[in-house]
């Protein structure tokens, strides 16, 4: 069975730091491009970051570029994302995604693979001000 399974959500205050992982039990997980999506309750999912197969390409979302980095380790089946100086508006429940969708020309994540997709169940992110 495939999944992804988050951790590293918490509360934290505005300008604080957190550290979001998923750990995947997918086989070739190193054929996958694969991100975060974030949704607060009553507003549209967004996609936050991604990153390709290869450990090259990287998107990320405007209002959080120069603030969150992520990556990857194809050894270990993970990725992650560092979150820095933390704002109220980045509250949200991230999760981490295995999906085609990421090859759209609005991300521009590749993999060599693109037969799976796959969500977490998600990690709750809580910034206070």
């Known amino acids: 069975e495939v999944q992804l399974v988050e951790s590293g959500g918490g509360l934290v205050q505005a300008g604080g730091s957190l550290r979001l992982s998923c750990a995947a039990s997918?086989?070739?997980?190193?054929?996958?491009?694969i991100g975060w999506f974030r949704q607060v309750p009553g507003k549209e999912r967004e996609a936050v970051s991604c990153?390709?197969?290869?450990?090259?390409?990287?998107h990320y979302l405007d209002s959080v570029k120069g603030r969150f980095t992520i990556s990857r380790d194809n050894t270990k089946n993970t990725v992650s994302l560092q979150m820095n100086n933390l704002k109220p508006e980045d509250t949200a429940a991230y999760y981490c995604?295995?999906?085609?969708?990421?090859?759209?020309?609005?991300?521009?994540?590749?993999?060599?693979?693109?037969?799976?997709?796959?969500w977490g169940r998600g990690a709750l992110v809580t910034v206070s001000s």
């Open positions: 995604v295995v999906a085609p969708i990421w090859e759209s020309s609005a991300y521009g994540c590749y993999g060599r693979r693109r037969d799976v997709e796959v």
């Open positions: 990153v390709s197969s290869s450990d090259g390409a990287r």
């Open positions: 997918l086989f070739s997980f190193e054929d996958y491009a």
